[in-house]
């Protein structure tokens, strides 16, 4: 099936604990990308990356970071992770080729507490 | 200044009415995109329909379609024939520029449909 795969779903963790959270495509996309959700805010964009190796900052990328060293990967870290960061995150992944769609398709989301 | 404006935080409409949900947006770049995005009570992401700023014609997507007037800088998104299945928030977004993935949501309509 295609689809975007984020671990963990769920993660409760402690101010300054570094973490990762997955993300994986099975659709070989060019393009991935991290939003944050967050009640009243929609969802704003953290970082995105249109090639293996090339990452850009979106609107909110402080306190983050990224990495895409295979084209399927794309893992979000929070180095010392701050109880601002408790949000709902969603990786996504798009084709830039072809007839489309264009749309992201976006991953199940990783619902992050930090205490 | 706000690029992407969602100015309905909730709409109503009864099963089988069609149903407009605004959206406008402010770029001086002439090369962008628009999409939206559903996102039901169960929280996962659905690509609905985008339109591009070079594209002649309103896209549409079975019972989706985006009305796009451009002079206007609106691209509003168009329910036909509405199923309870459709009560959701929806996200319009924007990219602006062709050699870039920065994506900027708006914050949302929340769409009930009552039988």
């Known amino acids: 099936e295609a689809q975007v795969t984020q671990n963990p779903r769920y993660l409760i963790t402690v101010t300054g604990k570094k973490l990762t959270v997955t993300c994986s495509q099975n659709?070989?996309?060019?393009?991935m990308s991290w939003y944050r959700q967050d009640p009243g805010l929609g969802l704003r964009q953290i970082y995105y990356s249109m090639n293996v190796e090339v990452t850009d900052k979106g609107d909110v990328p402080e306190g983050y970071k990224v990495s895409r060293k295979e084209k399927r990967n794309f893992p979000l870290i929070l180095e010392s992770p701050s109880p601002n960061q408790t949000s709902l995150y969603f990786c996504?992944?798009?084709?830039?080729?072809?007839?489309?769609?264009?749309?992201?398709?976006f991953g199940s989301g990783t619902r992050l507490t930090v205490v | 200044a706000q690029k992407i404006t969602q100015t309905q935080p909730g709409m109503f409409v009864q099963e089988k009415e069609a149903v407009t949900l605004d959206c406008t947006y402010d770029t001086s770049d002439p090369s962008y995109g628009l999409f939206w995005y559903k996102q039901p009570s169960s929280g996962e992401m659905i690509f609905l329909i985008y339109?591009?700023?070079?594209?002649?014609q309103n896209a549409t997507e079975g019972r989706y379609s985006l009305n796009f007037q451009k002079a206007r800088k609106s691209a509003n998104l168009v329910i036909s024939a509405s199923q309870l299945g459709d009560s959701a928030m929806y996200f319009c977004?924007?990219?602006?520029?062709?050699?870039?993935?920065?994506?900027?949501f708006g914050t949302g309509t929340r769409l009930q449909v009552f039988p």
């Open positions: 977004a924007m990219r602006e520029g062709w050699n870039t993935d920065k994506l900027i």
């Open positions: 339109q591009g700023s070079y594209d002649q």
């Open positions: 996504a992944s798009r084709l830039t080729s072809g007839t489309g769609p264009y749309g992201y398709t």
């Open positions: 659709m070989n996309h060019e393009y």
